[in-house]
């Protein structure tokens, strides 16, 4: 225990919606003396060791915080502030490209600690969902309890300041339950919000540069150069630039000339003869017959 630090064994730890967690038996400390674990005597639950940092110190209580709640928060902590300086980053090449090289290993630290983080992220995220499923059984268990009661008042089993008791703590329960319910949600919400704005600060403007890019080419140099500059992953299908399917353009026969097959617009032909040059002749002789 740190020196001059107050006496806390014996002390009740309470949880941060005011229910007793059991009572402070002992500490185990580092060789210099800082507190690493706290035992907790949980009563039938047995001896709980908790981490120094799970707990507050208050002079008349401890109150105990979830490690779900520590790890989300300084996930969420960590993640933002990555996220803002590749943004301040990007801002930095953009007003002076010139820096573009210098700021590329930062970059790339920061890309790397972003990985590092989406691991942590999915870890925070089942042990979310875990707790979620313990609140929904014990909420289950609490509901059943009073339903219970409410069976016993009515067959005369127990008084009705009995059974007030019994409400009022399933009650408070109840609300201990929910608000921790209502945490948890938020904490998901906001860990997906930052998951948006991860894919919208990192991937998106990938995607505008190279819009963007393909515009500029288009209004100076026209569509064939856009088609020939524009990178392979936004190139389309193979088949999409190959003459269609003879199936739907087909070769017609020498008999066409008789038939009476309606004849395509001149829009269409246009549309087919700056991808297929090399069979302008015969939609010549279709369009004059």
Not at 49 to 75: C, G, M, N, S, T
Not at 258 to 285: A, G
Request: proline share 5%; charged share 30%.
């Amino acid at each position: 225990m740190i020196k001059n630090a107050p006496d806390i064994v014996g002390r009740e730890v309470k949880d941060m919606y005011g229910t007793l967690v059991g009572k402070i038996l002992g500490t185990l400390t580092d060789i210099d003396g800082s507190i690493q674990t706290v035992g907790v005597d949980c009563g039938s639950e047995g001896l709980k060791q908790i981490q120094r940092e799970q707990l507050v110190f208050q002079e008349d209580v401890v109150i105990y915080i979830p490690k779900w709640r520590l790890q989300a928060h300084k996930f969420m902590r960590e993640k933002g502030l990555t996220l803002r300086r590749i943004n301040a980053l990007a801002d930095i090449v953009s007003e002076n490209g010139e820096m573009k090289d210098d700021t590329d290993v930062i970059h790339n630290k920061y890309k790397s600690k972003l990985a590092t983080l989406d691991q942590i992220e999915s870890k925070i995220k089942s042990e979310l969902l875990v707790r979620l499923g313990e609140i929904e059984d014990q909420e289950k268990m609490v509901k059943e309890i009073l339903f219970d009661a409410k069976v016993q008042i009515k067959s005369e089993e127990i008084t009705e300041p009995t059974f007030t008791t019994i409400q009022m703590h399933a009650k408070n329960i109840l609300e201990r339950f929910s608000h921790e319910k209502t945490e948890i949600e938020n904490v998901q919400k906001r860990i997906d919000d930052l998951t948006l704005e991860h894919s919208e600060s990192i991937e998106n403007p990938k995607q505008y540069i190279q819009q963007s890019a393909m515009t500029y080419l288009d209004s100076s140099t026209g569509i064939q150069q856009q088609t020939f500059d524009q990178p392979m992953s936004t190139l389309p299908e193979p088949e999409s630039t190959l003459p269609e399917p003879e199936s739907t353009l087909p070769e017609p026969p020498v008999e066409c000339a008789n038939s009476h097959t309606p004849t395509p617009t001149t829009n269409s032909i246009d549309s087919d003869v700056s991808s297929q040059p090399d069979e302008s002749d015969w939609l010549s002789r279709m369009e004059s017959e």
